[in-house]
């Protein structure tokens, strides 16, 4: 299986003025022995440059960052990497089939394995029916299933994924979990899952990790005791183990909340 690894990641950005902001604070992870790693975080900590920086988008200005594949180092080795972006990110002139089989191609996926994947992940997404449909022409909660499919669809060995269910109803979301869930448990992709939602870290982590306010450093890692097949939202331990997530993103609020 092929995995992630961060180390000391630290990431600036250009302010206005021209003085630097620190983003990213020496962030140290891998996802070696977990298939869903969940980076649970407030909004604007670092959690989308996090994983620019993994995918190779962003470039860190100290630390490393390596996707790393069972079958050696050399770059012909290097892992499938699959990115659904936090902004789809759709190309507007093409249709949803065509954004898909573009991923397919330029992963060089046989041919000849294209048409069952396409029908595969539309139906998983629920958007068959849109399959010849243009993105300007969709819902912003359907292009974000288009984009999520377009993720899925290569079948990546390493899939990372930036709140991909945001948009969502809750019924659809709550759908789209699950079968993500089967689907990484399926493949044994090594998954980074970005959200600053509790209970969709609950569900979908088998690790939490959890990021404080810009910069994002590391102040707690949670495991999940319960396997993804016994993760239901109504069961007691369950709930128990939300809480317990829950109650970590509020102490640190407190934290954040002390004036200085
Ligand atoms: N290219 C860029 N240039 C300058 N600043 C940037 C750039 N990209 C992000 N930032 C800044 O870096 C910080 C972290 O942004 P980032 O998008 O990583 O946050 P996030 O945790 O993903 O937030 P959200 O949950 O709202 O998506 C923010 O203050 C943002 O304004
Ligand atoms: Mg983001």
Redesign the pocket.
């Given at each position: 299986m092929a995995y992630v690894q961060v180390e000391n990641a630290v990431k600036y950005?250009?302010r206005e003025d021209g003085t630097d902001m620190l983003?990213l604070d020496r962030v140290s992870f891998d996802t070696k022995e977990f298939g869903i790693t969940c980076l649970l975080?407030p909004?604007?900590?670092?959690?989308?440059?996090l994983l620019n920086a993994i995918s190779g988008l962003e470039r860190l200005d100290q630390g490393r960052v390596e996707v790393i594949s069972n079958h050696g180092s050399a770059p012909s080795h290097s892992p499938r990497l699959g990115y659904v972006f936090?902004d789809p990110r759709l190309l507007h002139w093409k249709s949803v089939e065509e954004n898909l089989t573009f991923a397919l191609k330029g992963m060089s996926i046989p041919h000849a394995e294209w048409s069952d994947r396409l029908r595969k992940y539309l139906e998983i997404v629920g958007l068959s029916e849109f399959r010849n449909q243009f993105p300007l022409y969709l819902s912003g909660g359907m292009r974000q299933r288009v984009g999520l499919a377009r993720g899925l669809v290569i079948e990546p060995e390493v899939l990372l994924m930036d709140e991909p269910f945001s948009k969502l109803d809750q019924l659809t979301a709550r759908r789209l979990r699950e079968e993500t869930l089967r689907i990484c448990e399926h493949l044994k992709q090594s998954t980074v899952l970005v959200t600053?939602d509790v209970e969709e870290a609950a569900y979908m982590g088998d690790r939490i990790i959890i990021l404080c306010a810009?910069p994002a450093g590391i102040v707690d890692i949670l495991e999940n005791p319960l396997p993804p097949g016994a993760r239901d939202v109504d069961d007691l331990q369950f709930i128990a183990f939300k809480k317990r997530l829950l109650q970590s993103v509020l102490k640190l609020m407190e934290k954040d909340e002390v004036p200085s």
């Open positions: 950005f250009s983003v975080g909004s604007g900590c670092g959690k989308s440059t936090q600053h810009r």
